[in-house]
């Protein structure tokens, strides 16, 4: 069963989110944007090369006038602007003018590069999205964020761009690694918990199916996750307020992330984050430790860690406080009211975060409990 979702900005039809088993409905959809007889550049990293690009380049046959492609080395090193300049370039020596399509055809980390370069390349050029992480599906391929790292700052240089079409297809996950699958499910788990009970009741009750990758089952959660981001970016497509709300687990996240080098990945450094974000909302007597000790353990059946050892408190407080979402002296955080329903906390005290990250924080001592 396929699905088709339009995202609205200001109110007004903006781009569709297709949901297929696989390429085979793609080539329809691109005469429909009236993309015949243009260029096209399909960005891959190596992995997504390797697997998809020449199904890929099959199944959109006979529709544009020139195909090209450019591939980088899979991994969020390559997310920087030399790599957005490189497809520039593939795209001057190309002829490729300001009619002509960029297609990101992989994960986040090329969804993010090649939005960015279509956003600058002759002052914007369209691109379509092809996400092919289950992150990439139900997160970063929607919302129209895009950009690159700089140094090690993540994100800190990009642009917002719409994409004119999110081709999903779900048949992509299948060749997923373990780890980047679950990975995944740590933005899943955010949706439920931020806004949605049912969808969290959904995961408990799909356990076992979303663990077989039973397609039905990741059709129906890719889909029940699309509708709860553009519900969000609808409201608000410029992340002036309600947007926030998805930076759920992403503060302490952040920091864990940038401490531990990238050791982690980022679902599973938001895991922690949610853990501890949930434990702040439990001593603001937001949840009950009934509800915190579920939302806890919810995470361990899908791979993600609740734990984590070797991390100073004190560094992962300067360093969230020194992060780009801090505001003045509070540091604003995404909170629970109660499963389904979050809220931004201005009032956490710095007290309040170190028992948070302490919360999550396995030192010997737990061993030797
Ligand atoms: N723009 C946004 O709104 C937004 C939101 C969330 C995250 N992000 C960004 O997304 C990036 C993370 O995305 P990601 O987790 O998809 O990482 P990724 O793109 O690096 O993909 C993870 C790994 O999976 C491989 N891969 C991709 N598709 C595959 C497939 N179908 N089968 C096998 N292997 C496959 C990739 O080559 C890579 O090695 C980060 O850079 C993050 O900042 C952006
Ligand atoms: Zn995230």
Request: charged content about 30%; overall charge negative; proline content about 2%.
């Amino acid at each position: 069963m396929s699905k088709l979702i339009t995202v609205n900005v200001n109110k007004k039809p903006a781009y569709d989110i297709m949901l297929e088993k696989d390429f085979s409905m793609l080539k329809g959809k691109l005469v429909e944007l009236e993309y015949t007889g243009k260029r096209c550049c399909i960005v891959c990293d190596s992995n997504t090369n390797k697997l998809y690009l020449s199904k890929f380049k099959k199944a959109i046959e006979g529709v544009f006038d020139t195909v090209v492609d450019y591939t980088f080395e899979a991994g969020e090193e390559r997310k920087n602007t030399d790599t957005v300049y490189s497809i520039i370039e593939t795209l001057v020596n190309n002829s490729f003018d300001r009619h002509d399509i960029l297609i990101a055809l992989g994960g986040g980390v090329v969804g993010d590069i090649t939005g960015y370069a279509a956003a600058i390349y002759m002052r914007g050029i369209d691109f379509v999205q092809v996400p092919t992480t289950l992150l990439a599906c139900v997160d970063s391929s929607i919302g129209g964020k895009t950009g690159v790292d700089f140094k090690s700052y993540k994100n800190l240089v990009g642009a917002f761009k719409m994409p004119s079409l999110v081709y999903i297809a779900i048949d992509t996950l299948l060749s997923l690694p373990e780890r980047q699958y679950y990975n995944g499910m740590g933005e899943v788990m955010k949706y439920g918990l931020i806004m949605d009970a049912s969808l969290y009741e959904w995961i408990i009750e799909k356990m076992y199916d979303i663990h077989d990758k039973k397609y039905e089952t990741l059709e129906e959660m890719v889909g029940y996750c699309i509708d709860c981001k553009k519900r969000i970016v609808e409201k608000d497509p410029f992340e002036k307020g309600d947007r926030m709300l998805l930076n759920f687990g992403h503060t302490i996240g952040h920091a864990i992330e940038r401490e531990k080098n990238f050791e982690f990945l980022h679902g599973e450094c938001i895991s922690l984050g949610m853990v501890a974000a949930a434990y702040m909302s439990l001593k603001k007597e937001k949840i009950s430790s009934d509800e915190f000790y579920e939302i806890r353990d919810m995470f361990v059946p899908f791979n993600l860690p609740i734990t984590i050892d070797n991390i100073d408190p004190q560094k992962i407080l300067e360093t969230l406080k020194h992060d780009k979402k801090s505001n003045g002296k509070t540091v604003k955080f995404i909170l629970l009211k109660k499963v389904g329903k979050a809220y931004i906390d201005e009032t956490v005290t710095d007290e309040e975060i170190l028992a948070a990250i302490r919360e999550i924080h396995f030192t010997e001592e737990d061993m030797k409990a």
